[in-house]
């Protein structure tokens, strides 16, 4: 009430600075008194403060700065390390989540502006930095809503998740949510709603498609073993099999198209 009544009360002095306002066909001649400074109301104990955000700029938030137009290079720093973002307070994590949020907008917009113009967009990496360093907070924020759950009430505070089939039959990881209708009040029973005939095509394809790349891959990294045996016959192989653990590196050595033209292979 307390507020209200400044508020009518502010309302009535303006309305009677007003009314001594006259005009005259010469100047504009003003019998205002003198007014003392207006004192922001007070803030009572069921009332929230007053307060204003910061001037709006322009468009020019989603462009780059002056200096930097038409640069080849752009000197830049490095992404975010989690490390570094565990020690800032969530005030902090808050502000510089916008501040990363308004970085990838502009980054994204100069590159769009580069592909319409047909010119280099300079230090491309700029995008996967500030990527990266959003992607690191959000882990890290995780982290403490986490903490702050398991801590209160035992648990994570995250919705469930499990393994579901989904309509096509494709087993996928998808968070639990709240449906209209119980699974056991459905017309069609759970165990055959995947079991249609355009399903079924689907899976057998989908199975030929992965089998075929999974083939062509395997295939594709026996051919460049073959080609390092050849070249060097006397690398390390425990080495070489570490970096390509997919395949036998000491029975494709043995392979005929494993010997290359050396003196040790011509006896």
Request: charged share 30%; proline share 3%; hydrophobic share 35%.
């Given at each position: ?34 007014i003392s400074v207006f004192h922001p109301l007070r803030v009572g104990k069921y009332t929230a403060g007053i307060h204003t955000s ?63 113009e047909y010119r280099l967009f300079p230090n491309p990496e700029r995008i996967d930095k500030v990527e990266d360093s959003m992607k ?130 011509e006896a």
């Amino acid at each position: 009430m307390s507020v209200l009544r400044q508020t009518r009360a502010l309302f009535s002095t303006l309305a009677t600075t007003l009314s001594r306002l006259h005009v005259s066909h010469t100047s504009v001649v003003t019998t205002v008194p003198a007014i003392s400074v207006f004192h922001p109301l007070r803030v009572g104990k069921y009332t929230a403060g007053i307060h204003t955000s910061t001037n709006l700029r322009n468009l020019s938030e989603f462009f780059d700065d002056k200096k930097n137009w038409g640069e080849q290079e752009v000197k830049v720093g490095r992404s975010w390390k989690k490390d570094e973002l565990r020690i800032k307070s969530n005030d902090d994590l808050h502000k510089l989540w916008f501040v990363l949020l308004k970085e990838r907008n502009m980054l994204l917009t100069m590159e769009h502006d580069a592909k319409q113009e047909y010119r280099l967009f300079p230090n491309p990496e700029r995008i996967d930095k500030v990527e990266d360093s959003m992607k690191n907070l959000e882990d890290v924020v995780v982290e403490r809503n986490r903490a702050y759950w398991m801590l209160e009430t035992g648990e994570t505070g995250e919705r469930p998740a499990g393994v579901i089939t989904d309509d096509l039959g494709i087993r996928r990881r998808r968070q639990f949510c709240q449906h209209f209708i119980p699974s056991w009040m459905h017309h069609r029973k759970k165990e055959t709603i995947h079991r249609g005939a355009a399903v079924c095509k689907f899976q057998r394809l989908m199975r030929e498609k992965n089998f075929v790349t999974k083939r062509r891959y395997y295939r594709r990294v026996r051919g460049h073993v073959y080609m390092l045996w050849r070249r060097f016959p006397n690398m390390n192989v425990e080495a070489l099999q570490q970096q390509y653990p997919e395949v036998d590196v000491r029975l494709l050595r043995k392979h005929k198209k494993a010997r290359g033209h050396h003196l040790q292979n011509e006896a």
